[in-house]
């Protein structure tokens, strides 16, 4: 869809005169904007509702969760010793204030990880449905309440109340792990089954939004130059190297990366991985703390440090305490005068042979005076498994398809 103010008035008057009576309570026949802040310890922030009333909520957006995570007043298994769990400040869903709130705990049993990407103890939650609501659309979802241990969250505010999960959806499966938005669009609530993301300043972002998340569509005017579609693929390792969950969690926007280049000359990737069963060389898509720096595999980050001269950091330097990415490998400063000399980054996708390209501007971050080259690893030697982000995406536009599973980018 056009988002441009005159086409996009046009289109929505058109949709409008062509409405059929609605199915459900509020379902929308356009797509939505969320407008989304960029939190810098997490990630990107959006505002939603659930429950009747409706009980606003700042939600984590989160490309690798599955569910509706919601916060919820339910400590150590019972619904009302709130304090032992959560400080007083905590953002949170109140489910007994809510008139359409359904423990859904019989069709869907509980479920914890440990280890987990989110705290250091047993990830635990319940099912519940309830109604949520985004921009114009309210309809039913299943959700996961939180089921915290004491003390874990006492002395600690989470700036949010929620996680909004967008994974793709894992196959065979139900509710309980289709994401919120896919049970809308499953629900007709949305029009079409893509979600988008774009950076701010563009068509559709109101002041104070760093980007903006559509979901049931997405901008032709962003796509215009063309969108080019990549199948998800299947990536084992991602359990080990990306995202420790425990029982696993396999299911995330990874397509399959064909060609790494710095400036022209194409760096190796291990494809013999695939066979020991780890997966192809692969880009996951996150846009949240671990979508930060431009995904290398060690070896080309090796061949990158040498072709920039780059230093490494000592320790004890302050640059590590603020370091630009959080990844497990070293990192490198380089000489701020050089940079716009470097050579760009490229990746092309199974699919096609379109190049995606990362400028140095987006993989040179500034820390203090110093320039350090913002890139993150993950595995050994030229196993390249990225998680692809905000610094991938400058300049990019991302559509997931849930319905067809596979992602598209376009250039802006
Ligand atoms: C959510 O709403 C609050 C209150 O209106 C506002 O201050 C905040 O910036 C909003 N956050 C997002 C991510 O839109
Ligand atoms: C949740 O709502 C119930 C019913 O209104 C209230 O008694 C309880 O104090 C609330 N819990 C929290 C943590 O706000
Ligand atoms: C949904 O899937 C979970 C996990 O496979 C299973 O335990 C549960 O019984 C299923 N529930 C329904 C209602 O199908
Ligand atoms: C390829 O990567 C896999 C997984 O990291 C590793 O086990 C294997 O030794 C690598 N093979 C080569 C030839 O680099």
């Keep these: 869809m056009s ?43 959006a505002n939603i509702s659930i429950g009747t009333p409706p ?61 987990n990407e989110f705290f250091p103890a047993p ?34 505010t989470l700036p949010f109340g929620g996680i909004y999960g967008m994974m793709p959806d894992p196959k065979g499966e139900n509710a309980s792990d289709l994401s919120p938005f896919n049970q809308q669009y499953k629900d007709g609530a949305w029009p079409e089954p893509y979600a988008a993301f774009s950076f701010c300043p563009g068509p559709s972002c109101p002041e104070g939004a760093d980007a903006i998340q559509t979901l049931g569509g ?28 425990s029982p696993k969690i396999y299911s995330y926007w990874s397509i399959q990366v064909s060609g790494l280049f710095i400036g022209s000359e194409r760096q190796a990737l291990n494809t013999t991985a695939a066979k020991q069963g780890d997966g192809v060389p692969a880009a996951i898509f996150d846009h949240a703390s671990k979508g930060r720096g431009i995904p290398l595999s060690t070896d080309a980050y090796a061949r990158l440090v040498q072709i920039t001269r780059a230093k490494p950091v000592p320790a004890g330097s302050p640059i590590l305490s603020a370091p630009p990415n959080n990844g497990p490998q070293p990192f490198f400063t380089v000489d701020c005068r050089k940079t716009r000399f470097f050579p760009p980054i490229t990746y092309t996708f199974s699919g096609d042979r379109t190049r995606w390209t990362v400028e140095p501007s987006e993989y040179i971050a500034k820390v203090g005076d110093a320039c350090v080259i913002d890139a993150r690893t993950l595995g050994k030697g030229s196993y390249l498994l990225g998680n692809f982000g ?17 992602v598209g980018l376009a250039k802006v």
């Design 123 to 156: 990830f635990n939650v319940d099912y519940a449905s309830d109604v949520q609501t985004i921009g114009p659309v309210t309809s039913r979802i299943v959700l996961q309440t939180s089921n915290i241990q004491p003390g874990i969250f006492t002395q600690f």
């Design 55 to 115: 009980q606003p909520m700042t939600v984590f957006t989160d490309w690798t969760w599955t569910s509706q995570y919601a916060i919820s007043t339910t400590c150590d298994g019972v619904e009302g010793n709130t304090a032992d769990c959560l400080s007083p400040a905590q953002q949170l869903f109140n489910q007994s204030n809510s008139a359409t709130y359904k423990d859904e705990t019989s069709l869907y049993p509980s479920e914890s990880w440990f280890p």
């Design 390 to 406: 905000d610094n991938f995406l400058k300049g990019k536009y991302v559509v997931f398809d849930f319905k067809k599973n596979r």
């Design 218 to 245: 997405y901008s032709k005017a962003l796509a215009r130059k063309g969108l080019h579609w990549y199948d998800v693929v299947d990536v084992p390792a991602v359990n080990e190297l990306a995202f420790t969950f």
């Design 3 to 45: 988002f441009s103010a005159s086409s996009f008035l046009a289109l929505a008057l058109a949709l409008v005169a062509d409405a059929h009576p609605a199915a459900h309570s509020k379902p929308c026949n356009q797509p939505y904007d969320i407008p989304l802040i960029r939190n810098k310890d997490y990630g990107w922030f």
